[in-house]
């Protein structure tokens, strides 16, 4: 199994705009982060983790051809707006759309000519199955787990695939859902600056909090704003098998 990092940016990507900060004018490439998404290959099945406005741009970077299924956390904006670009993928068959009900409501009110009783030629050929936070889903025969997180007071998912644990704009977590993630070999956690708190994202000091609890082998920050500092010298600071993850980074669980 693996895991491709699509984006590692927070909403509104890394430059920001208007922005001339030592990271927004960084010429590293790993200072460069479209918006956050994953690419998990997994037991000859490609399920993508949220579909955001820089879907099309990520995946002209990779050489996939096929999805056999798309996985939301939640409905905002930066994690739905690509779903219109899914139209290269479904052409041999519907794409199912993994979410819970709101969500899957908002992709509809979002995408409603993807609904309609007589769809325009072209449009995505998708279809929603609702999922329960409390009940692990299959794709074929790979056990998906949910897992409850808070953004903000938003309750909104993220997903354990078998030693594969992926959580993006959580705030927090409870006791019973950490119990989840116990034995996970990598963990991808949701970092958005180092320590200024924030109301609806947790720092890089709350995700250190959640490693120590939850003693993964190997944890990769995501979703972070450029306010996290540059790459390069972040990555000095951070404990053992603790890193930032970057842009089209491919990881072996």
Do not use: W
């Amino acid at each position: 199994m693996k895991i491709r990092l699509l984006g590692t940016g927070t909403s509104t990507g890394v430059p920001e705009l208007g922005c001339a900060c030592e990271v927004c004018t960084s010429t590293d490439v790993h200072d460069n982060r479209l918006r956050t998404s994953a690419f998990v290959e997994v037991d000859g099945k490609n399920i993508l983790i949220d579909c955001g406005p820089d879907f099309r741009t990520q995946m002209l970077r990779c050489d996939y051809k096929s999805i056999d299924a798309v996985l939301l956390t939640h409905h905002h904006y930066d994690h739905i707006a690509g779903i219109d670009d899914l139209r290269p993928f479904c052409r041999s068959g519907a794409i199912d759309i993994y979410a819970e009900s709101d969500t899957l409501t908002q992709v509809r009110n979002f995408f409603p000519y993807c609904f309609a009783e007589n769809k325009y030629p072209g449009v995505p050929n998708i279809a929603t199955r609702e999922i329960c936070a409390k009940e692990d889903f299959y794709i074929s025969d790979i056990a998906i787990k949910p897992i409850r997180v808070f953004h903000g007071k938003l309750p909104i998912l993220g997903f354990r695939i078998k030693n594969l644990a992926y959580i993006t704009d959580m705030k927090y977590i409870d006791s019973a859902e950490l119990e989840k993630l116990q034995g996970v070999e990598l963990l991808v956690i949701n970092a958005l600056r180092f320590a200024k708190p924030h109301q609806t994202h947790q720092t890089v000091l709350d995700a250190l909090r959640i490693i120590d609890i939850v003693k993964p082998h190997r944890t990769y920050f995501t979703h972070m704003m450029h306010h996290i500092g540059l790459h390069a010298k972040i990555e000095k600071c951070l404990p053992e098998n603790v890193f930032l993850g970057y842009d089209n980074m491919v990881i072996e669980v």
